[in-house]
């Protein structure tokens, strides 16, 4: 039923998005979703041009919200495992973000607004928490965590910053 639902709605949506001003149509947004599992949900919104957009989640319970605003911004955000919860907020100009997370409970949240700034997060194992949070330009942000339980927060403003953070015990 919900599959019928849904089909039903990216029809609308396509019927919709087909009777829009060829100003509206030529934004070239990309949105790409595959989703596997049960109970798995996605909620995402991109204004602007060129942005472009890939979710992927495997498992059951699984959540990712997303916004980009702005010129060809570009995320991945690929959950596997049971329980885990991404966020992603981009505003501004080529920004690029990568999420991937595997195993259970992680939880992780990249936000960047300014030009040219990259964050990546990659967390295996269970119950993690990151946050990047990156303002102004060419700023580059990741965090890499294994193992259980372990935490990492980056906060960079300005231009030109660089951090990286590597968590291990596995």
């Known amino acids: 039923m919900k599959l019928k639902m849904l089909l ?6 396509a019927a919709f998005t087909a009777t829009m001003p060829s100003a509206e149509a030529q934004q070239r947004n990309r949105v790409d979703i595959n989703q596997a599992g049960y109970s798995n949900e996605i909620g995402g919104r991109q204004v602007g041009h060129r942005n472009r957009l890939y979710l992927e989640q495997r498992g059951s319970r699984q959540y990712i919200s997303t916004y980009q605003g702005g010129l060809r911004n570009g995320a991945t955000v690929a959950q596997y495992g049971h329980g885990n919860q991404a966020g992603l907020d981009q505003y501004g100009r ?29 967390q295996i194992g269970t119950g993690h928490r990151a946050v990047t949070d990156q303002a102004g330009c060419n700023n580059a942000a990741g965090v890499i965590q294994v ?13 030109g910053n660089v951090s990286l953070i590597i968590q291990g015990n596995h």
Do not use: E, K, P
């Not at 039903?8 to 949506?13: D, F, P, R, T, V």
């Not at 990492?152 to 300005?158: M, Y």
């Open 94 to 122: 080529g920004n690029s973000a990568v999420i991937g997370q595997d195993g259970r409970y992680n939880s992780a949240y990249a936000y960047q607004q300014g030009c040219r700034n990259q964050a990546g997060i990659a």
């Open 147 to 159: 193992g259980r339980g372990q935490s990492a927060s980056v906060r960079q403003t300005g231009s």
């Open 8 to 13: 039903a709605a990216g029809l609308g949506l």
